[in-house]
């Protein structure tokens, strides 16, 4: 069975930090792109993260770039995103997923173009201002 777990949301207050880890199973995860996209109370999903099979080509949206970081270590089947400087704006639902194509459609600022293989629940991350 394939799955993709998120976790690591919380309660923050504004300007902190905090570690999402997305593990999957039940697929070949070194050979997948994964990407992490948040959607808020009302708005559209967006794409923020990106990272490629090998970890050597990154994306991340403008809304967070400077302020993550995302990596992964294949041996564990997890992908990192290391979100600082939290403010109220990234409130919202995080979601992992994985695709067997690269970053593009994780770099779209179309959600109906977010056709990914394997998605997993979503971690919510709250920020407290």
């Known amino acids: 069975e394939v799955q993709l777990q998120a976790s690591g949301g919380g309660l923050v207050q504004a300007g902190g930090s905090l570690r999402l880890s997305c593990t999957g199973s039940?697929?070949?995860?070194?050979?997948?792109?994964v990407g992490w996209f948040r959607q808020a109370p009302g708005k559209d999903r967006e794409g923020v993260a990106c990272?490629?099979?090998?970890?050597?080509?990154?994306y991340y949206s403008e809304s967070v770039k400077g302020r993550a970081t995302i990596s992964r270590d294949n041996a564990k089947n997890t992908v990192f995103l290391q979100m600082n400087s939290l403010s109220a704006e990234d409130t919202a639902e995080y979601y992992c997923?994985?695709?067997?194509?690269?970053?593009?459609?994780?770099?779209?600022?179309?959600?109906?173009?977010?056709?990914?293989?394997?998605w997993g629940k979503g971690t919510q991350v709250t920020v407290s201002s």
């Open positions: 997923a994985a695709d067997y194509s690269g970053c593009s459609v994780v770099s779209s600022t179309d959600p109906n173009y977010y056709v990914m293989d394997y």
């Open positions: 039940g697929f070949a995860f070194d050979d997948y792109t």
């Open positions: 990272i490629n099979r090998s970890g050597n080509i990154v």
